[in-house]
């Protein structure tokens, strides 16, 4: 192996006790990031378009062979209150979970948090049948034995 594809060989749990001031050019947007202004000792992604790369097994640990980018495809909120982004690779597929920093882009945080609502997996139209048919009341009527059942989405009256 030549020197310019060696990797750092850190002991397990190094990344824990040892703060990371390593700064890096973003792969996807070309910003460059630096540790300050994170909140944490550990940078990990872009704040700017929050993307990653693949390359960690464990957090710090620098063994992933992949090195794929890791797009953010959602976010979530820890026990504790604390937000992460789940982050996808685009070569392998892998998920993890990644810390919101203090300094991330907080108009890219909420548009990945609202997709869900704004892009749902039906039409939205759906939503206002749904809602006539339960009266307002946000259940489903039952239906008695001999009861002609409501119309089908997208189906003919």
């Keep these: 192996m030549n020197r310019e594809n060696k ?21 996807v947007c070309g ?22 790369l693949h390359v960690d097994v464990e957090p710090g640990d620098r063994a992933s062979d992949c090195g794929g980018v890791m797009e953010p495809v959602a976010v979530w909120v820890r026990k ?24 991330d882009n907080p108009m890219k945080l909420m548009s990945i948090a609202m997709k869900p609502l704004c892009q749902p997996p039906f039409p939205l139209e759906y939503i206002q049948e749904m809602t006539d048919r339960m009266g307002g009341q946000g259940e489903l009527p039952r239906n008695k034995p001999g009861d002609i059942p409501p119309k089908e989405v997208g189906g003919k009256e």
Aim: hydrophobic share 25%.
């Design 31 to 52: 910003r460059l990031v630096t540790p300050d202004g994170a909140g944490s000792d550990h940078r990990n992604h872009c704040p700017n378009c929050l993307s990653s």
């Design 7 to 27: 990797r750092k060989q850190f002991e397990k749990g190094f990344y824990k006790t040892h703060p990371c001031c390593e700064s890096f050019t973003c792969k």
């Design 80 to 103: 504790n209150g604390e937000w992460a982004v789940i982050h996808r690779c685009r070569r392998c597929g892998a998920f993890s979970s990644n810390r919101v920093a203090a300094d």
